[in-house]
């Protein structure tokens, strides 16, 4: 691989979902404390194995790969697995003296710029007194598979998995069981996107051989697939500085994040069996945000386009939602509105206005009259989520501004809608 290989030792990598980072481990003959390199400068390797990113030139060549600075020690860091959505960093840390040393799990936590937090050991149950190795995370978030010899199992090292519980800690790691997990060492499970087809190492009478199998129903997966596209402005300009968040509808819980590379692409697992919200931001741009049905593939694929900031763009509403021929807020609407209020929050030069639209079915004088409640409606809402009551106005327009003209069943749907327009940036 070109760019990555220097004249130290290239070990275990991780892709990032995208194919356009990579954490690798690069290792020397023994532990060190970052003395001079013989060579030359004063070297930043740590230890005998240090992580260390590159990301993926224009050109198709890496770049030049770099220390990770606060991930590694003077011990040895490898086994590196990359979340899906490249926002965190697991992998293996093996303290003490060569031949005697804890090997535990740890975490790093990517940062707004790039670099990664200083690592923590896995919470909950995951490591022990004897040795955790080779983690893999899967797309879904909320599997950990990892090896270990330090719980009761079939002997040697065997292959366990931990799940996300819904207070963001690792349950009790559970034993893959026979015939997966047998009296010799097995390690490196990699479990792909559908859940259940795994992957993994096992080394029995001096001989080390890959297997595959299907996970049990008990221990597998959610099938996940990638959604991926530009992030761009509404010009075609890519947005690298922007961000994709995935949203539970129901509680609006962000339970998924896509990092936007240089090239403003894209890339985060999408769940294949629950519903959610997909939104996108990006500086002096407006928010948007769209939903995604459980079981779609129509958005696997998908450009998400910002309109830039300026007196005048609007944004439509898309997951805001009234009871029939009423102004009351459906439940669904919740999720939406509270990323809108967090983001006025955070632009408080912008004053916007809500508008109510309604189809041509029904009176002028009643359309206009719903049209306004709901933008009221909406608007309170808001405020009550947090924005500033100074910020937002509401209007009702009817049906005076058709989004689509006609009297099809589209065309209404298009036109029952609420906006956000901007009025002014102070």
């Known amino acids: 691989m070109r760019g990555l290989n220097t004249r130290s030792n290239e070990g275990a990598a991780s892709l990032s979902g995208d194919g356009t980072s990579v954490i690798l481990t690069v290792c020397r003959d023994a532990d060190r404390s970052g003395s001079r390199n013989p060579a030359g400068p004063r070297d930043r390797h740590k230890g005998s194995c240090d992580l260390y990113g590159a990301s993926l030139m224009a050109n198709g060549v890496w770049e030049r790969p770099q220390n990770l600075g606060a991930v590694n020690t003077s011990g040895w860091e490898s086994q590196p697995c990359l979340s899906p959505d490249g926002s965190k960093l697991y992998f293996t840390r093996g303290s003490g003296k060569p031949g005697r040393r804890q090997h535990d799990l740890f975490s790093s936590q990517r940062q707004a710029d790039g670099t990664w937090s200083s690592p923590r050991k896995m919470q909950g149950a995951i490591n022990t007194a004897g040795k955790e190795m080779r983690p893999f995370i899967h797309p879904d978030g909320r599997h950990f598979y990892f090896a270990t010899n330090g719980r009761a199992g079939m ?128 500086p002096d741009h407006l928010v948007l945000s769209e939903r995604i ?8 694929e998908h450009d998400l386009v910002l309109r830039p900031l300026s007196p005048g763009a609007e944004v439509v509403l898309q997951n805001v939602f009234f009871d029939s021929g009423s102004a009351q807020l459906s439940p669904e609407s919740q999720t939406e509105l509270l990323q809108i209020a967090s983001w006025l929050r955070s632009q408080p030069q912008i004053t916007l206005e809500v508008g109510g639209h309604t189809d041509d079915v029904g009176g002028e004088s009643s359309n206009q009259q719903l049209s306004k409640e709901r933008a009221i409606s909406v608007r309170s809402t808001l405020i009550d989520l947090g924005a500033s009551p100074d910020q937002l106005t509401a209007v009702g327009y009817g049906n005076s501004q058709p989004a689509q003209i006609g009297d ?9 809608r609420t906006t956000l327009t901007v009025r002014s940036l102070d």
Not at 187 to 197: C, I, P, Y
Not at 293 to 300: I, K, N, P, R, V
């Open 155 to 282: 002997g040697g090292m065997d292959l366990f998995v931990s799940t996300l519980d819904e207070d963001g800690e690792w349950g009790s790691p559970v034993n893959l069981g026979w015939p997966i997990n047998t009296p010799g060492e097995e390690s490196g499970l990699v479990v792909s996107s559908d859940g259940k087809t795994a992957f993994f190492s096992r080394e029995s009478g001096g001989q080390l051989d890959v297997f595959t199998f299907e996970l049990p129903a008990s221990v597998s997966a959610s099938p996940t697939l990638a959604m991926e596209g530009l992030l761009r402005s509404e010009n075609g300009t890519p947005l690298p500085s922007g961000r994709v968040s995935l949203l539970d509808p129901a509680t609006g819980e962000v339970f998924a994040e896509g990092r936007v590379n240089l090239k403003g692409h894209y890339h985060v697992p999408v769940p294949t069996l629950r519903s959610f919200v997909v939104s996108a931001e990006a």
């Open 293 to 300: 049905e459980a079981g779609s593939s129509d958005w696997l």
């Open 408 to 416: 099809s069943e589209m065309a209404r749907r298009l036109n029952r």
